[in-house]
């Protein structure tokens, strides 16, 4: 198979199994990866935890990532199968090099891909055009490592739920979407004490039950009805790889990954008091920053990317990072990695020490309307030159923030226009006070993109 080069994306390497990727591939990136480390390493041989999500096809892909890892001289840690996150952990518990994971995350079942990181950093960007550099041009370190196998699911679960202890029964319906989440979440969040209700918690790589993105409202739908039958306190639901958090308020009320993030960091202002910093990504809602700093905290708005968010909390030394997609980073009393798993535990337990509905802390903060994000298919090599015009168009009028693409700010509200680092498509977002001015935001810029020949 002709190596495919448009599968080494921005944040991770990704594609259509035995299309654009297969085992072959997988062994030329373990060995690529490996001779990166191999160069960079003082002393001894390098070590690297590899973990696999619960699609069908991921154990040979991991197979043939080892197997080049191991070619380039590099001792392997194999986790089996694991969520991303576990991955992350082993890499500061067992004291690795580096961390990879296979996974397709939140892709249709024919995808898959790998997830890097080194030194316990996010490895993404230059770092993985080095890699696809490497295979092309046959800059490969040759050696001999060797392969151990460890369970650290067990080890995770203690760890973990250690850290906790509810302050009040709290009933949550955890719905896994059959992804690698349902190896973790149900016994962990019952080793903290919560009352949990399964859902989708069987591990099946297929998805039989419906697609695991947390973020897309029609997969919730089984949810928020359990939730509402159940009358529990909340529902809180995974990505493939339960990197990803999304939740439901008691009455099925989607509660979005930008507001979690702020419930969480004004609950980390409360434990360590004002001047702490939020990372948080260019599309999430104003409120964030506006109730963020009116509570005493230092919010900062950056790259949209769970690598971007993780690189700039390393920079800065936040305690809290993440992304209205669920990406959520703690590093007050945790590693600084986007665990899912955890994020419910903390989730859980913020609610527990509340003592008040979940819809109850969301009424408090101020109200905005917004769109989802809204996806316009777009050339690939036009998509950067369309932002970059809007920069320079909507600058001449407003405030503009561009730290990833054109955030316009108009007041009463905000647009949107980002290119995506991943697919040829510029991502849209809008939000404001009233529906009546959303509205007239979004026309606005709709309007000015129809100048430029796209029509949303």
Not at 428 to 447: H, K, S, W
């Amino acid at each position: 198979m002709a190596l495919a080069t448009h599968i080494f994306r921005e944040y991770d390497i990704r594609g259509i199994v035995d299309r654009d990727l297969d085992q072959e591939v997988t062994r030329l990136v373990g060995r690529a990866y490996g001779s990166v480390l191999e160069e960079t390493q003082g002393g001894g041989p390098a070590r690297v935890a590899v973990g696999q999500d619960n699609r069908p096809h991921s154990p040979r892909l991991a197979e043939g990532l080892m197997d080049g890892l191991m070619s380039a001289g590099v001792d392997v840690v194999s986790l089996g199968t694991v969520p991303t996150p576990l991955a992350l952990w082993a890499e500061h518990r067992l004291k690795t090099d580096g961390a990879i994971q296979i996974t397709g995350s939140h892709n249709p079942p024919d995808y898959n891909g790998i997830k890097m990181t080194l030194q316990q950093k996010s490895f993404f960007g230059a770092a993985i055009q080095d890699l696809l550099d490497r295979i092309q041009t046959g800059r490969l370190s040759d050696g001999s490592g060797s392969l151990v196998h460890q369970d650290v699911i067990p080890d995770y679960i203690a760890e973990v739920a250690k850290g906790f202890q509810l302050a009040r029964p709290v009933r949550v319906v955890v719905d896994c979407g059959n992804g690698a989440g349902a190896l973790v979440a149900t016994d962990l969040l019952s080793a903290i004490g919560a009352d949990v209700i399964p859902l989708y918690c069987e591990s099946d790589g297929t998805f039989p039950n419906h697609h695991p993105d947390p973020t897309v409202d029609e997969y919730l739908v089984d949810m928020i009805e359990l939730v509402r039958e159940r009358e529990a306190d909340l529902g809180i639901a995974f990505d493939g790889d339960a990197d990803r958090i999304g939740a439901v308020d008691e009455n099925g009320t989607v509660v979005r990954g930008d507001i979690l993030l702020l419930l969480f960091g004004l609950d980390i202002l409360d434990q360590l008091g004002p001047g702490q910093k939020l990372v948080f990504d260019v599309k999430c809602s104003q409120v964030l920053p506006e109730a963020f700093a009116k509570a005493g905290g230092d919010p900062v708005m950056w790259r949209t990317g769970h690598s971007h968010i993780k690189a700039r909390m390393k920079e800065l030394g936040a305690p809290l990072g993440g992304e209205l997609s669920g990406h959520i980073c703690f590093a007050d009393n945790y590693i600084g990695i986007d665990d899912a798993p955890y994020a419910a535990c903390r989730l859980v337990d913020l609610l527990a020490r509340k003592d008040r509905p979940l819809s109850d802390l969301v009424a408090d903060l101020p109200q905005y309307v917004a769109t989802p994000e809204i996806r316009i298919e777009v050339d690939e090599e036009k998509k950067w030159e369309v932002v970059e015009r809007a920069l320079e168009h909507f600058r001449k009028s407003h405030d503009v923030i561009d730290v990833d693409g054109a955030r316009v700010l108009f007041g009463d509200g905000w647009g949107l226009l980002r290119t995506s680092n991943t697919q040829p498509v510029i991502v849209a977002r809008f939000e404001a006070r009233t529906p009546e001015r959303l509205a007239e935001i979004q026309g606005l810029m709709e309007n000015w993109l129809a100048t430029q020949g796209i029509h949303v």
